[in-house]
């Protein structure tokens, strides 16, 4: 099974956008378009992005009733992307929706995009849960029910971290996606992010893929850093 790298494109401008493409030449990558960039260019930076030989993860973590989310969701397959997230939050009847919208609306000939559900942000710890989200079984128990419920629902996988690979795997199976952001170099700030690890560490963890922003973004030399992290990654 090939693990993708992914790169977050969290920058502020097309400019940068293209600037920071431009330094990786004609390399195929797999890249995480976020609500930032999609709510700025739109859909049509994801057709420029596919028609470069890009794969797509289109990161907008949709959360509203069922039939609001299954409608998105059969617009949203029609771009062509290759994985898309719902918040697992949202319960089962809503990511049967997605899931239901995403087979409606993938064209004749195209295979279905990846669906996969947010557990809990990378940002969220164990006081924010309890203090904030009133939720009081720990965070890891959470993060198993949630990925239980998603893989009931039909869905590929989840958004979780890395260090909850394990548990995630121990009670879906090895076959269930986790795409594993709050990935970071020794040497990085951790920023915002609560629950991070080296691409070394998701590795051995058993993440399927990981999604690396800042480091590789904030880099001097983005491809140089992105060469690295992924001789990591791999192993």
């Not at 051995?204 to 690295?228: C, D, F, H, M, Q």
């Amino acid at each position: 099974m090939q693990r993708p790298l992914m790169i977050a494109l969290d920058v502020d401008s097309v400019e940068k956008r293209k600037q920071l493409l431009e330094s990786f030449g004609q390399e195929p990558l797999f890249l995480k378009v976020g609500m930032e960039m999609f709510y700025r260019e739109g859909p049509g930076a994801i057709a420029e992005l596919k028609g470069a030989g890009h794969s797509i993860f289109l990161d907008i973590k949709l959360h509203d009733i069922p039939n609001t989310v299954k409608r998105a969701m059969t617009v949203l397959a029609g771009l062509g992307i290759d994985m898309i997230n719902v918040h697992a939050a949202g319960g089962q009847t809503m990511m049967r929706a997605a899931l239901e919208g995403l087979e409606a609306g993938t064209k004749p000939g195209q295979k279905r995009p990846k669906l996969i559900a947010v557990t809990q942000l990378t940002s969220t710890d164990e006081e924010m849960l309890r203090e904030e989200l009133l939720i009081e079984k720990p965070l890891n128990d959470v993060v198993i029910s949630y990925a239980k419920q998603a893989q009931a629902a039909g869905l590929d996988g989840v958004v979780c971290s890395a260090k909850e690979v394990p548990l995630i795997r121990e009670v879906c199976g090895n076959d269930f996606l986790t795409v594993t952001p709050g990935i970071r170099q020794e040497s990085d700030e951790v920023g915002d992010q609560k629950r991070v690890v080296t691409p070394q560490a998701a590795r051995e963890l058993g993440s399927y893929a990981i999604v690396v922003g800042r480091s590789i973004t904030s880099s001097e030399n983005p491809y140089e850093t992105y060469k690295t992290m992924k001789a990591n990654w791999e192993g």
